[in-house]
């Protein structure tokens, strides 16, 4: 009977390790991914528009922003998403930049809250191509340009959003938030 005892105390002894060895292993592979993924050093998002396009985000493509204040020049203060679309095919056609607002404070649902989109073919002389305020915008999907890009080709974008701080805004505007993300999909209407 003693005999009989001990083998089933080893038996949950054996079973109670690999589970605290499991649990271990699980802990650690989830904290690993979730470092992984949040990584600042593994910011770059790289999107595929069906086989049209490939869409690289140089930061990833998530927007959050809760401590804006006004600014004189958007280019060096505003808040800013670089990205590229790099035609695959051998024809030219046009690409939807969308921009889902998840969240916006009411405050910030205003003419002075501002974005611009600038273009570029060789990433450094940048054109505006786009330009809204957030009064005209909704929380979901707001196509807010519609671009062609030439085959073969690759195009590059600054999405910059600031708060005009050359116009009088109201006070209420500051340390207010918004969550959304830009994303790219080829046109329907071209």
Known sequence: MEKVMKKSEKKKI????????CIILIVVFATYAWFVWYSKDNT???????????????????????????????????EMTTFNIK???????????????????????????????????????????????FADLSIGNNIISNVEVSASSTKYYKFIMYIDGKIINDNSMMNKSISGYISAQASNTN
């Open 14 to 21: 054996i079973t109670l390790t690999i589970l605290v060895i």
């Open 44 to 78: 770059e998002l790289t999107m595929t528009v069906g086989n049209l396009a490939e869409v690289k985000f140089d930061t990833g493509n998530d927007i959050t922003e809760d401590n804006m204040g006004p600014v004189l020049n958007y280019l060096s203060d505003g």
């Open 87 to 133: 035609n695959k095919a051998d024809y030219s056609y046009y690409i939807d930049i969308i921009l889902n607002i998840s969240s916006i404070d009411n405050d910030l649902v205003n003419g002075t809250f501002k974005y611009v989109i600038l273009e570029s073919n060789n990433n450094s002389d940048f054109d505006e191509i786009a330009s809204g305020n």
